[in-house]
């Protein structure tokens, strides 16, 4: 008698984590579909390292260059320095927002090296729910939304944002 107690416990917890783990493997395939591009971004909330809150939706309207990096990645490291560099010549934009997000890293220390390489653009802190969301396989990548909030183009691979030739010609495309 207690082996079948026994029994039918065990495989109603073989069923529950099983099903567990197919709704989290699903939910998380599900969401990765929701992003391609011609389609409209996937919106999020996150904090950046000051702890401001920034939603995509409140960005409506602006061009959004969003970068997904990490202090660990060298590549991200020479990009991140391109972009501050074109900043320090251009300034900000009204009609263009870059928004990096940090991907598997420590907000601690990126906030450290931040202050001490100058950064002025705003770095979010990611759980890894946006990265997943947005399918997120390696840094950097990064997404070009136009002014609609359309998802137009993705990057994989460091850019060199202080080309004169790049904003222009993406201001162009994404109006």
């Known amino acids: ?34 992003v391609e591009i011609g389609m409209p971004a996937p919106d999020f909330e996150l ?38 560099s074109y900043f320090n010549k251009n300034g900000s934009s009204d009609d263009l927002i870059f928004i990096t997000v940090l991907y598997k890293d420590n907000s601690l220390a990126v906030a450290d090296m931040a202050k001490k390489a100058g950064y002025t653009f705003p770095i979010l802190v990611d759980d890894g729910v946006v ?9 950097p990548e990064t997404f070009l939304i136009d002014k609609r909030g359309i998802l137009r183009h993705k990057i994989i691979g460091p850019v060199e ?15």
């Open 47 to 84: 904090k950046d390292l000051n702890g401001k809150i920034w939603r995509l939706k409140d960005l409506n309207g602006k061009i959004i260059i969003l970068n997904f990096w990490a202090s660990w990645c060298n590549e991200c490291k020479e990009e991140k320095k391109s972009l501050q």
């Open 131 to 139: 990265s997943s969301i947005y399918g997120i396989k390696g840094v």
């Open 161 to 175: 944002w202080n080309n004169p030739h790049i904003i222009p010609h993406l201001k162009q495309v994404l109006s």
């Open 1 to 34: 008698m207690k082996k079948n107690v026994f029994l039918i416990l065990f495989i109603l917890i073989a069923l529950i984590v099983t099903g567990s783990i197919l709704f989290k493997k699903n939910k998380v395939s599900s969401a990765l579909k929701g």
